[in-house]
């Protein structure tokens, strides 16, 4: 008597910003054959390796016989390789195994997807700043999964028909999830911590699914100094290195706290502790993060000194040590930061 073994799993991977689906009618059989694959969650057009397993049944002994969309792929072997098809697309793989009276089957669908996961912190950047704005201690991530569930028709399954569930190291976040929750915003990862934060996106039906996962550190807060230009402003195209020689005698400098918990380098909130050649240096306290140097009537030479922390956020914390040469001109003057004269 031939007993046919149908197993349900989903499956899902993420690869770059492809991702697959595989899914197997739901049935069970005493002759537990089921199916592996490598990777695990294949993308579109992506190489994926079948495997056959059994506790009951010697495959290696067993009649195996392989089909893909119907037609016979191989035979006498517990793996095989099949290529994931396009966006929309659907590959029926089938597993035939007899031994003796005995005999299983299992069979899946291969339906990829596509889902991108956007994020960025709401830690301080300053202005015009190209990169993203890093999660630190205090902050919070905005997340914005983007899923691309293709039926078989083409048309897409829309982000408000779609399921999300978000987790943090495997833990479902529930405020978060739910249908048409393709936004989420999280706390940033504690001090030096490392979160894997992953999102699942699925139809209301389970057919598609789409998973993506991220690996989120916490960085500490950068400190960078810039010079601030009377007519140019800040000049944050030229962050000031370990030894930097100048030709005014005097400068305002501008510290940014790169990725720091704050709206503005300058808010409340943040306090900067300046020295200069071993002396602290009282600041504006509407301008906490400027001083003015002028070395008309010294060496030029200026040892620069930062720590900056936070009266809110204990874990905030970040340094910063400049060595700035001053020289030649008369006191106030400056030269044109983009090759001109003044």
Do not use: C
């Amino acid at each position: 008597m031939r007993r046919t073994a149908l197993l349900a799993f989903a499956v899902f991977l993420y690869a770059g910003s492809a991702h697959a689906q595989i899914v197997l009618p739901n049935a069970f059989d005493v002759a537990d054959l089921s199916l592996s694959l490598s990777p695990q969650y294949p993308a579109p057009r992506e190489s994926v390796r079948i495997t056959a397993y059994s506790t009951l049944l010697d495959l290696d002994a067993a009649e195996v016989v392989w089909y893909v969309d119907g037609a016979e792929r191989a035979r006498n072997t517990t793996s095989i390789t099949v290529q994931a098809g396009k966006l929309g697309s659907e590959t029926q793989i089938e597993i035939v195994a007899s031994d003796g009276g005995a005999s299983a089957s299992a069979m899946a669908f291969v339906r990829p997807t596509e889902i991108d996961l956007l994020w960025e912190s709401d830690s301080y950047v300053p202005p015009f700043f190209r990169g993203r704005a890093l999660p630190s201690a205090g902050t919070q991530v905005r997340l914005q999964a983007i899923a691309r569930l293709a039926r078989p028709d083409g048309s897409l399954v829309p982000s408000a028909d779609t399921i999300y569930t978000w987790k943090r190291n495997d833990t479902v976040l529930k405020s978060v999830s739910g249908r048409g929750k393709a936004r989420a915003v999280i706390d940033s990862p504690p001090l030096f911590g490392v979160d894997q934060i992953s999102v699942e996106a699925r139809s209301t039906d389970g057919t598609l699914i789409a998973r993506k996962v991220l690996r989120l550190p916490s960085v500490e807060p950068i400190l960078a100094l810039y010079r601030e230009h009377p007519l140019f402003g800040v000049l944050y195209h030229e962050a000031l290195g370990t030894q930097t020689n100048l030709a005014e005698t005097q400068t305002t400098f501008v510290a940014v706290p790169y990725f720091a918990d704050a709206a503005a380098a300058g808010e409340s909130s943040l306090d900067y502790a300046w020295k200069v050649n071993g002396q602290q240096i009282p600041v504006d306290p509407k301008l906490r993060n400027k001083i003015t140097i002028d070395a008309s009537n010294s060496s030029g030479l200026a040892r620069i000194d930062l720590d900056l922390s936070s009266f809110r956020n204990l874990f905030l914390s970040a340094a910063g040590l400049w060595g700035v040469s001053l020289r030649g001109g008369e006191a106030g003057t400056f030269n044109d930061p983009f090759g001109g004269s003044e």
